[in-house]
């Protein structure tokens, strides 16, 4: 008895850190190829209508976005194919042509990193 009550906290403790502290909410960080606050706004804006997505904030300069989701609503395949509908690139998937022919060219890949 003392043993199966050893074995089920350990399967509990186990899940507890596989999902984290709370079961409804992760974190990620994933490059992107934003260059200006005008993309962050765009991938921020596109984020925000994403369902399971909770809090999403790009840095420019890193050009890193962190996203705080519910892992029972969406997953890290499902923000980064989100990111690419916008017009950027996510970690090792590139961004959809048609959303990226679209940006402004202030916007595009090539454009020099700038403030506005
Ligand atoms: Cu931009």
């Known amino acids: 008895m003392k043993k199966a009550v050893a074995i089920t906290a350990l399967f509990l ?3 507890t850190s596989s999902f984290g502290q709370n079961g409804n909410e992760a974190k990620v960080q994933i490059k992107t190829s934003a260059v200006c ?3 962050k706004a765009t991938i921020e804006k596109y984020l925000a209508y994403e369902k399971g997505v909770k809090v ?3 840095d420019v300069p890193s050009k890193v ?7 029972k609503k969406t997953d890290i395949s499902k ?3 989100a990111i690419n509908k916008s017009g950027y690139d996510a970690d090792e998937l590139p961004a959809d042509a048609k959303a990226y022919n679209a940006l402004e060219a202030c916007c595009k890949k090539d454009a020099p990193s700038h403030v506005d």
């Open 79 to 81: 923000i980064k194919q």
């Open 65 to 71: 976005i962190t996203v705080v989701y519910n892992p």
């Open 37 to 39: 606050k005008m993309c």
């Open 56 to 58: 999403s904030d790009l």
């Open 13 to 15: 403790a186990g899940l």
